[in-house]
């Protein structure tokens, strides 16, 4: 049977592709802190916050255990976080990198010697990672180019041990990720002391870039796809905004200008 470690197992994105590739002849140890909604066979849970390394050096002990080889590690754990850069607490601030990115680097460091010749390490990014970061989200896109960073260099090291590194950059995917994003929306509009008329303009952007969004059955296809590849591409892209494609290609002073003509608050004449 092929095995592999998935983490974020209990969100939409992870339940599906675990369910996919289970279907595929998979058995999968799904990682998360929260425990899945339902019971699946080849689906063995362990509870595991990627902000612990002792919660993830249990996970190695289980899997072990049940497995000496792993056809693949796979990251989708991640958290958004909205704000302005000035106004986020350091406590928030840590933690986006804490998940996003040491939690990366903690599930691979300690799973990699049970990866087979061959195997793959999936990483979940954005098709934010390599753009320009956007204001009040900067803090999730500043995490996801360091995870990219770190993926190539993981890649470049991996590759003289015969095994792959692969980044997949997904836009909006229907999933309670891009609800709790939308909270977290709601709730800097509500509380920035800065950036009020900013903050509601930049919810009307945001609700039209995200309108369209993929089925988390997309991103399973995809991985399932990525898994039965012999020689697997570094990136794969679905569901790119066009929007925040051509934004990236302008000039940075044009950028600029252009994210302050939208969002910048114009006094009311009197």
């Known amino acids: 049977m092929k095995n592999v470690v998935l983490t ?13 590739l289970i279907s595929e002849g998979y058995r999968v140890f799904g990682l998360d802190y929260k425990n899945p909604k339902e019971e699946i066979p080849n689906l063995v849970f362990i509870k595991t916050d990627v902000r612990k390394i002792k919660d993830i ?7 072990s255990k049940e497995t000496k080889k792993l056809d ?16 986020m607490s350091e406590e928030d601030f840590v933690k986006m990198f804490d ?12 799973f990699a010697p049970m990866l087979k010749e061959k195997g793959k390490v999936v990483i979940i990014s954005s098709e934010l990672g390599p753009l320009d970061p956007l204001p009040f989200i900067g803090i999730y896109g500043i995490t996801k180019s360091t995870v990219e960073k770190y993926a190539y260099s993981l890649r470049m090291e991996l590759q003289l041990l015969n095994k792959f ?3 997949v950059r997904p836009g909006a995917v229907n999933t309670t990720f891009l609800n709790e994003s939308n909270t977290s929306i709601d709730r800097f509009n509500n509380t920035t002391e800065l950036y009020k008329v900013n903050a509601e303009k930049f919810v009307k952007i945001t609700e039209s870039v995200e309108s ?16 039965n590849k012999k020689k697997p591409k570094y990136v794969y892209k679905i569901n790119r905004n066009f929007g925040l494609l051509c934004l990236n290609a302008l000039p940075h002073r044009m950028q600029n200008w252009i994210i302050k003509s ?9």
């Open 99 to 110: 998940i996003n990115v040491f939690g990366v680097y903690r599930l691979n460091k300690t």
């Open 8 to 20: 974020g197992v209990s969100g939409g994105m992870g339940l599906i592709t675990a369910k996919k």
């Open 212 to 227: 369209r969004k993929v089925d988390p059955s997309k991103i399973a296809n995809l991985i399932n796809k990525i898994l």
């Open 72 to 87: 693949a590690i796979i990251s989708l754990a991640g958290i958004n976080n909205v704000g302005s850069l000035i106004e």
């Open 57 to 63: 050096e249990h996970a190695f002990k289980v899997v």
């Open 262 to 270: 939208i969002l910048k608050s114009r006094k009311r004449k009197s």
């Open 165 to 167: 590194v692969v980044v």
